[in-house]
């Protein structure tokens, strides 16, 4: 079983920075890439960004040049830097993580974490 842990949400006016982290403990074999999602009320979960093990990253049009997201491989954990946030950022942001056990590759998903942003 593996359990993804997300921290760091919050309330934080526009133009401000958060800094979201994620911790995966448990029964994990290799983590090929680590994402955060967000998903606004009434809209669908769409991906943020993603950072893949060889370090690769993509970004949501919507947040490149704001957005940065790193890992720690040590320590299995992953965070989103977010930098000059808009109203629009405003969501409940989700970790996730595809893990491969054997021959199986899993995606887990952690609990999510409310990001809000007052204009």
């Known amino acids: 079983q593996v359990q993804l842990v997300e921290s760091g949400g919050g309330l934080v006016q526009a133009g401000g920075s958060l800094r979201l982290s994620c911790a995966a403990s448990?029964?994990?074999?290799?983590?090929?890439?680590m994402s955060w999602y967000r998903q606004a009320p009434e809209k669908q979960r769409e991906r943020v960004a993603i950072?893949?093990?060889?370090?690769?990253?993509n970004f949501a049009d919507s947040v490149k040049g704001r957005f940065t997201i790193s890992r720690d491989y040590a320590k299995n954990t992953v965070s989103l830097q977010m930098n000059s946030l808009r109203f629009e950022d405003t969501a409940v942001y989700f970790c996730?993580?595809?893990?491969?056990?054997?021959?199986?590759?899993?995606?887990?998903w952690g609990q999510g974490t409310q990001v809000t942003v007052s204009s």
């Open positions: 996730s993580a595809n893990i491969q056990q054997g021959a199986i590759t899993s995606k887990y």
């Open positions: 448990g029964s994990i074999g290799v983590i090929n890439s």
């Open positions: 950072i893949i093990s060889a370090g690769t990253t």
